[in-house]
């Protein structure tokens, strides 16, 4: 599998946007192998006889983003928009799992294996929790949650996030310590 390069998949995303169903076909082998390292880094702190493999995530979330009506800007854009939608998958799982345990058994995530930028080693920490505290974050600033979806979900570095949001890498670095002492404040109080 071949990946491709940012002009490539840009241009094939702007194709896409314009309603060429070929475009996005042809786009799916350039980025497929980033999306399943994606996926499998969101895995990673799962139980290890978690259902779903890397491989269902990125086909789900594959499916969801063809029926999404989404104004493609470029690379960064649309592995932020496939990386939520994986991370929604693994969501929309571990409710159904919830209801059908009635309450046990969350499902689990690890910050470790994909925060990259400060290298810190996290407690797993509940997916649902953690679902809950970016919701709280949206509420509070939309920004910010897009840039830990860039960053921790969509695997792009500093630079390429700051690029995506239009910000500074010096504001992108100061939004980074406070969404994610904010997080961890959050995912305290839900165990409490």
Do not use: C
Not at 23 to 46: C, K, N, S, T
Not at 48 to 64: C, G, I, K, Q, W
Not at 93 to 99: N, T, V
Not at 159 to 179: C, I, K, P
């Amino acid at each position: 599998m071949v990946e491709g390069t940012d002009s490539e998949i840009t241009i094939l995303l702007e194709r896409w946007r314009s309603g060429e169903k070929e475009a996005r076909d042809a786009l799916i082998p350039l980025v497929y192998r980033r999306l399943h390292q994606l996926a499998a880094g969101l895995l990673r702190g799962e139980r290890a006889n978690h259902t779903l493999s890397p491989t269902a995530v990125v086909h789900e979330a594959y499916m969801r983003l063809q029926k999404a009506n989404v104004p493609w800007q470029d690379r960064g854009h649309f592995l932020a928009v496939a990386s939520r939608e994986m991370r929604r998958v693994l969501v929309d799982h571990a409710r159904a799992r919830q209801r059908e345990k009635r309450g046990g058994d969350l499902q689990r995530v690890s910050f470790t294996s994909v925060d990259r930028v400060q290298g810190e080693e996290y407690d797993l920490v509940r997916l649902l929790d953690l679902e809950a505290a970016l919701e709280k974050l949206a509420a509070i600033d939309p920004r910010k949650t897009e840039m830990v979806d860039l960053v921790l979900f969509g695997g792009l570095t500093m630079e390429e996030a700051a690029s995506q949001l239009g910000v500074s890498v010096a504001t992108l670095n100061r939004d980074w310590r406070f969404s994610r002492a904010f997080l961890q404040h959050e995912m305290k109080e839900a165990k409490t």
